[in-house]
């Protein structure tokens, strides 16, 4: 490439650079003062000199989590034809094209069946309306909870370090604004009430919403981010809900993301083990826990059980919790079997008949694909600390 260079005085060039660098000591010299001074300084977690963000680059929480999380990207589009989305590329769409043109006749029609009323028309031949409010109850409560995910991780991409931390960030603020927009149209679909958050639900998203710092990790990723990955798990195979699925392997990405932050950068010692921040832990649990028996008549006219339900995810909760380093009071070893008893005593008092149950050490999720998804994460067989989720290449 040839440029017409053009002619500009030298001196005048000199003189602004020999500006520039005394600003620069000053400006900067001015915000490490301030900064060492706890007084202000530089706002910017960023490190230009570098060209990195503080925390350097971290490259394997970005192939972790940023990569893999391109890798699945899913269009509401392809995988809800009936929803108003027009997320697909020009590419992608003749992609689908060329895929529904080598269908047989037959599922071309089915295909083309997925439009808004007649995907209302399944919904009305395969559930009743009390089944469907039921539905909606139960994911409405995820719904709500998609806000607040949305809300936290763009809060927290402020608090974490390192390149490879903001990018992980970045794509779950992504996905959690994609969920929330996307269930929110697939539960308005369902045509009948969505309710409110029930008051168990606005203390837990509150509490973690308002929880300071990293700590919010353990608030979202690991005890609302759980709670998600049962529902998901559970309901994916219910007819009409098939996108759950990938709902769920991007809530299984959520969920070890802790554990993965925070091999680079750990916790300190006091964040770990302080009694305040245990019980607050422990506090930010109870609504969740309030929330199985209110939910059992919904679950139930579905066929769940809501104390195996709960019982799974606590177990999972505990798990996760203990591999991040977020103690609690107690551990798990001590707290599982008292809520085992727990659950046992309540069920003796409300149900006839019931037979004592291993509630902790049940699992919810049903679906091969999505047992395997989690048997990744939660498996205590492979190592703590480098939780693989290969299921979702
Ligand atoms: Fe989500
Ligand atoms: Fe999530």
Redesign the pocket.
């Known amino acids: 490439m040839e440029f017409n260079k053009l002619e500009v005085s030298v001196r005048a060039a000199q003189v602004s650079q020999q500006i520039e660098e005394v600003l620069n000591t000053l400006v900067r010299g001015y915000d490490g003062i301030m900064a060492k001074l706890r007084l202000g300084g530089r706002k910017a977690n960023y490190d230009d000199e570098a060209y990195e963000f503080i925390g350097g680059p971290k490259d394997n929480l970005r192939a972790k989590h940023y990569d893999k999380s391109l890798r699945l990207l899913w269009k509401a589009q392809e995988h809800t034809p009936w929803l108003p989305f027009r997320d697909c590329t020009n590419v992608e769409r003749d992609m689908l094209d060329m895929a529904a043109r080598s269908l047989t006749d037959e599922e071309k029609a089915a295909r083309e069946r997925i439009s808004m009323p007649a995907y209302r028309a399944m919904l009305d031949a395969e559930y009743t309306q009390r089944e469907k409010q039921a539905i909606v109850n139960i994911l409405s409560a995820i719904g709500h909870g998609?806000a607040y995910?949305w809300l936290v991780s763009a809060d927290l991409l402020n608090k974490v370090n390192s390149t490879g931390g903001r990018s992980a960030l970045t794509m779950q603020v992504l996905?959690?604004a994609k969920?929330f927009i996307v269930l929110r149209e697939l539960l308005q679909a369902f045509n009948v009430p969505i309710r409110r958050q029930s008051a168990w639900e606005y203390m837990l998203l509150e509490s973690v919403h308002k929880s300071k710092g990293i700590e919010k990790f353990f608030g979202m990723n690991v005890v609302v981010e759980s709670i998600?990955l049962g529902f998901f798990g559970q309901m994916s195979e219910f007819p009409g809900l098939e996108v759950l699925r990938l709902?769920h392997l991007?809530?299984a990405r959520h969920t070890a993301l802790p554990c993965n932050y925070l091999k680079e950068f750990p916790l300190s010692r006091w964040q770990k083990l302080n009694p305040a921040a245990r019980l607050r832990r422990l506090r930010l649990i109870l609504p969740a826990l309030a929330l199985i028996p209110l939910l059992e008549e919904d679950m139930a006219e579905l066929g769940i059980d809501a104390f195996v339900f709960g019982g799974s995810v606590i177990r999972k909760i505990g798990t996760l919790a203990e591999r991040a380093g977020f103690d609690l009071p107690t551990s798990t070893e001590t707290l599982f079997p008292q809520l085992n008893d727990l659950f046992n005593r309540y069920c003796k008092a409300t149900r006839s008949n019931h037979q004592w149950r291993d509630f902790l050490g049940a699992e919810a999720t049903t679906g091969e694909r999505e047992l395997a998804v989690e048997r990744e994460i939660f498996d205590h067989s492979f190592a703590m600390d480098e939780p693989r989720i290969s299921a979702l290449h």
């Open positions: 998609e995910a996905e959690e969920h998600a709902f991007d809530e």
